[in-house]
């Protein structure tokens, strides 16, 4: 019995996520991160043969080389890399040189639209935290990048001489009573303060509230539940633009 095994890879600047798919069910998935050997091995480890790899990544020509090497080593398949488009389906890019839009952007957009057509803020809370609007029609509106959560913190760290803790506190919204509060919850109120004011801005018709990336459980736990969690959306995007 032989499958037909598609490798997806959403190569982000924090972690690569993977996931084996065979006819739209997903067999295996895992997380690798750099400087743990043995996760990229787990993923080369997923399956004897693989057919297919498509990968959406937001790493540098490099990194990007690098793996594609690892790869075609492993299965001898050169891996098919998604790139960002001026449009795809209905969905228009706003910028006017979409090759410089993040990938993992689009795609997310891309499996929201799939999902609902209607007003859309999408968020990708990884390493840095992207808000996009996408109006009814599939016109990208535009966007907002800020740090994430790790690179809020050590911003901080790295230009002060006195932001330092020991403690470890969880992302809360009270103000903070101590320096490792007042960071944490600093952190947290910027972070859930932006998608609140994006929101906001964006006016009327209120958009559909949708949430990836590895911070959005957290997110969303400090917009008070709001929005809806879809960890697959970069590759449920990477699935719609590898069919056309
Ligand atoms: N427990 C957590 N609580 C809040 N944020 C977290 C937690 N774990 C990871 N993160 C955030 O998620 C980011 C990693 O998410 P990920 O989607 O893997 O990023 P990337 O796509 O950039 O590789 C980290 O930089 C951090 O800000
Ligand atoms: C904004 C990003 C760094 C987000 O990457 P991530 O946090 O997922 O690692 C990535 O989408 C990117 O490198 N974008 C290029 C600039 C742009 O989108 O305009
Ligand atoms: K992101």
């Given at each position: 019995m032989t499958g037909h095994y598609c490798l997806q890879l959403d190569v982000g600047n924090s972690s690569a996520k993977w996931r084996l798919v065979n006819n739209a069910e997903v067999l295996a998935r895992g997380v690798y991160v750099p400087d743990d050997t043995s996760s990229l091995e787990a993923m080369l480890g997923?399956?004897?043969?693989?057919q297919q790899v498509w990968i959406a990544s937001v790493a540098g020509d490099q990194r990007e080389g690098e793996l594609a090497t690892v790869l075609e080593q492993r299965w001898g398949v050169s891996p098919w890399f998604a790139r960002t488009q001026a449009n795809t389906g209905d969905l228009v890019?706003?910028?006017?040189?979409?090759?410089?839009?993040g990938v993992d952007r689009w795609l997310a957009m891309l499996g929201a639209r799939h999902r609902y057509r209607e007003r859309l803020c999408v968020v990708d809370a990884g390493s840095a935290v992207t808000i996009d609007l996408v109006a009814?029609?599939?016109?990208?509106?535009g966007g907002y990048i800020i740090p994430g959560p790790t690179l809020m913190e050590r911003a901080l760290l790295l230009d002060?001489?006195?932001?330092?803790f020991a403690e470890a506190v969880e992302?809360?919204?009270?103000?903070?009573?101590?320096t490792a509060e007042a960071v944490r919850h600093g952190v947290a109120l910027a972070e859930a303060g932006a998608v609140n004011l994006a929101m906001e801005q964006a006016g009327e018709p209120a958009p559909r509230l949708v949430l990836c990336g590895g911070a959005a459980p957290t997110m969303q736990q400090l917009l008070n539940g709001r929005g809806e969690w879809l960890p697959d959306l970069v590759f449920e995007g990477l699935q719609i633009m590898a069919g056309q």
């Open positions: 997923c399956a004897e043969q693989v890019n706003s910028y006017s040189d979409p090759g410089r839009m009814e029609d599939g016109r990208h509106e002060t001489d006195r932001v330092r992302y809360d919204l009270p103000p903070g009573r101590s």
